[in-house]
């Protein structure tokens, strides 16, 4: 069964702090992992990452894959009480034949930055 | 404007109603998505299209049926809604050329009494 998990579920730091957050996956006919910030709203897209060992990264935000240890990790530097939100991490599987597949989403992590 | 719009954004109904929710995009895709959030469940798949002809069962299709009536719509139905179908709902649109990326619309929260 796919599954994408999130680590951890929940983190307070205060503004300032660098966080890690982190997504391991095992999910079939894998293509690419995604991160999306989702405040009161709906998710917003922040990275689609598909090679392993690229670094992609966003002003503060930075991600990247490993497709050997299956997992992808959502930095944030100098956070700010901005980037409190839950972060999604979902892996996309593609169907045979090439087409797109769907994404398996995790639970999310949930970021609270103290002033 | 948003590119892709649900309605209603908010609803209450009963349990055994049928009700429907419904999905529009302006962007152009071809796939469209619909979602459900529960807290601590993260996001799942109910159903996605890939064109007009084609639907699919995502990991939580039972209770639930969808129309894709054109390209830029997708409604989600719920036959006769029981309390546990209440959730947020969101639609997303995606397209290859777009580099797949998934779009999500505003959502809609349902209330089943």
């Known amino acids: 069964e796919d599954k994408v998990v999130q680590s951890p579920l929940s983190l307070v730091v205060h503004e300032g702090d660098t966080v890690t957050l982190n997504c391991s996956y095992e999910?079939?006919?894998?293509?690419?992992l995604l991160w999306y910030k989702q405040e009161k709203k709906a998710p917003t897209f922040l990275f689609m990452l598909?090679?392993?060992?690229i670094e992609k990264k966003s002003g503060r935000l930075s991600s990247i894959l490993d497709k050997k240890e299956l997992f992808s990790i959502l930095n944030i530097t100098a956070t700010q009480t901005g980037d409190s939100a839950v972060y999604l991490c979902?892996?996309?599987?593609?169907?045979?034949?090439?087409?797109?597949?769907?994404?398996?989403f995790g639970k999310g992590t949930k970021l609270s930055v103290k002033p | 404007d948003a590119d892709v719009t649900q309605t209603p954004r908010n609803r209450i109904t009963k349990t055994g109603k049928r009700i429907m929710l419904e999905c529009s995009q302006t962007?152009?895709?071809?796939?469209m998505y619909w979602y459900r959030q529960d807290p601590g469940l993260g996001l799942r798949l109910i159903y996605y299209?890939?064109?007009?002809?084609?639907?699919n069962k995502g990991e939580i299709s039972d209770g639930y049926s969808v129309s894709r009536q054109a390209q830029a719509k997708f409604s989600l139905s719920l036959e006769s809604a029981i309390p546990n179908q209440t959730a947020l709902y969101f639609c997303?649109?995606?397209?290859?050329?777009?580099?797949?990326?998934?779009?999500f619309g505003p959502g809609t929260r349902l209330l089943v009494l």
């Open positions: 997303a649109t995606s397209a290859p050329l777009d580099g797949e990326t998934q779009y």
């Open positions: 979902a892996g996309l599987r593609q169907n045979y034949g090439g087409s797109q597949g769907n994404l398996i």
């Open positions: 999910v079939t006919n894998f293509r690419s």
């Open positions: 962007k152009g895709h071809d796939r």
């Open positions: 598909t090679s392993s060992g």
């Open positions: 299209s890939f064109d007009v002809k084609d639907i």
